[in-house]
């Protein structure tokens, strides 16, 4: 059964370049995915993006981009090499996070749950991939904060070579877990309000200088 790996960059640009590096390690673009936050709108979906009703929990229909289209263009915007810019691109919003832009299996897996109606959001996705509480609870929440996460599906005896590539540049989640509590925060809220534009800049500025 493959395991599967994630990892938080604090910018898109890191985690482009370690999905190339995967490519370049021979795994297949279909084993892995890419989900970004796009509150400030840093990529514009094109006309051909579609118009969904997104359920959240709590609340009531709301009305998000679904976002299901193909192109090179498209997965160049998120940092996808050209065979993962085949893949269906997702747009959608989530549950305390907002609005993120995605390719790959786990961003199709938000999108599926968002047309259903499931609750759960990316919380309740990376569980279902077999990520920890814990750790789910901290890459989710950094992805709230302006974060991208990269998630890759490997065979057992390929986690000893994927997982370097995946380190690099990486967010070291302890730390950034300590960082979170150190301002109060306990636990990824899906009913939180979601970080504005403004907010997500600063806080990528933040772990950037």
């Given at each position: 059964?493959?395991?599967?790996?994630?990892?938080?960059?604090?910018?898109?640009?890191?985690?482009?370049?370690?999905?190339?590096?995967?490519?370049?390690?021979?795994?297949?673009?279909?084993?892995?995915s890419v989900i970004s936050n796009n509150s400030d709108?840093?990529?514009?979906?094109?006309?051909?993006?579609?118009?969904?009703?997104?359920?959240?929990?709590?609340?009531?229909?709301?009305?998000?981009?679904?976002?299901?289209?193909?192109?090179?263009?498209?997965?160049?915007?998120?940092?996808?090499?050209?065979?993962?810019?085949?893949?269906?691109?997702?747009?959608?919003?989530l549950p305390g996070i907002g609005a993120v832009v995605?390719?790959?299996?786990?961003?199709?897996?938000?999108?599926?749950?968002?047309?259903?109606?499931?609750?759960?959001?990316?919380?309740?996705?990376?569980?279902?991939?077999?990520?920890?509480?814990?750790?789910?609870?901290?890459?989710?929440?950094?992805?709230?904060?302006?974060?991208?996460?990269?998630?890759?599906?490997?065979?057992?005896?390929?986690?000893?070579?994927?997982?370097?590539?995946?380190?690099?540049?990486?967010?070291?989640?302890?730390?950034?877990?300590?960082?979170?509590?150190?301002?109060?925060?306990?636990?990824?809220?899906?009913?939180?309000?979601?970080?504005?534009?403004?907010?997500?800049?600063?806080?990528?500025?933040?772990?950037?200088?």
């Amino acid at each position: 059964m493959p395991i599967t790996i994630c990892r938080l960059y604090d910018s898109y640009a890191d985690a482009r370049r370690v999905i190339i590096a995967l490519e370049v390690a021979g795994l297949s673009p279909s084993e892995t995915s890419v989900i970004s936050n796009n509150s400030d709108t840093w990529y514009e979906p094109t006309e051909s993006t579609k118009i969904v009703p997104l359920r959240t929990q709590g609340t009531r229909s709301k009305t998000a981009r679904d976002g299901k289209f193909e192109g090179a263009a498209v997965g160049a915007a998120i940092g996808a090499t050209a065979a993962t810019a085949a893949s269906l691109v997702t747009m959608v919003a989530l549950p305390g996070i907002g609005a993120v832009v995605g390719v790959g299996w786990l961003a199709a897996m938000l999108g599926s749950m968002a047309i259903g109606g499931v609750t759960g959001g990316l919380l309740g996705a990376l569980s279902n991939a077999g990520i920890s509480e814990e750790d789910a609870h901290v890459l989710a929440e950094g992805v709230r904060r302006g974060g991208t996460l990269v998630a890759a599906r490997v065979p057992p005896a390929e986690v000893p070579r994927i997982e370097p590539i995946m380190n690099k540049s990486a967010v070291k989640l302890q730390e950034r877990c300590e960082l979170y509590r150190r301002s109060g925060w306990q636990a990824f809220d899906p009913n939180a309000v979601p970080y504005t534009a403004d907010q997500v800049r600063n806080e990528r500025a933040l772990h950037t200088q």
